[in-house]
């Protein structure tokens, strides 16, 4: 793996950064919900008597803003190194995961660190540990 030190932009990450704490925080603030994707979509699986409005709104404002964004920038590169096969197994494995980790990388990572949830300190050390043990696997044992 190389890192592209040319197109690494520390404002924009930090701006970035910055924009989805607000909206984690105006959520909780506001909605008393945690920015969590796992469940704001899960939520519509099975959804209660006022909750539908507030997550299309979410998951809308998810897919929306990049696109928004793409109007007045160019896109980057996008590479992807699987088959579809693989992306439809990680996926697969990715949805399980979130169901048994009681929430996701957003929901754990950025709202459960910054509420001090040792539970979500926890679930945040183990999907970086199973990501990094997933590519040493996938990239330098099983790929020779």
């Known amino acids: 793996m190389t890192i592209d030190?040319?197109?690494?932009?520390?404002?924009?990450?930090?701006?970035?950064?910055?924009?989805?704490?607000?909206?984690?925080a105006i959520l909780v603030v506001f909605n008393g919900?945690?920015?969590g994707?796992?469940?704001i979509l899960g939520g519509l699986l099975?959804?209660?008597?006022?909750?539908?409005?507030w997550r299309v709104a979410f998951l809308l404002g998810l897919l929306l803003a990049p696109a928004?964004?793409?109007?007045?920038?160019a896109s980057a590169a996008l590479q992807?190194?699987?088959?579809?096969?693989?992306?439809?197994?990680?996926?697969l494995l990715v949805g399980v995961g979130t169901r048994y980790g009681a929430g996701?990388?957003?929901?754990?990572?950025?709202?459960?660190?910054?509420?001090l949830s040792p539970r979500s300190l926890v679930a945040t050390l183990l999907f970086i540990a199973a990501?990094?043990?997933?590519?040493?696997?996938?990239?330098?044992?099983l790929s020779a």
């Open 46 to 53: 099975d959804p209660s008597r006022g909750e539908v409005a």
């Open 68 to 73: 928004a964004y793409g109007l007045w920038h």
């Open 104 to 115: 996701c990388t957003s929901g754990h990572g950025v709202c459960g660190l910054s509420r």
């Open 80 to 91: 992807i190194d699987a088959g579809y096969g693989g992306l439809v197994a990680a996926g």
């Open 131 to 141: 990501g990094m043990v997933t590519v040493g696997l996938l990239r330098h044992m």
């Open 5 to 24: 030190w040319n197109a690494f932009t520390p404002a924009a990450a930090l701006i970035g950064g910055a924009l989805i704490g607000l909206a984690a």
């Open 37 to 39: 994707i796992s469940g």
């Open 33 to 35: 919900r945690i920015a």
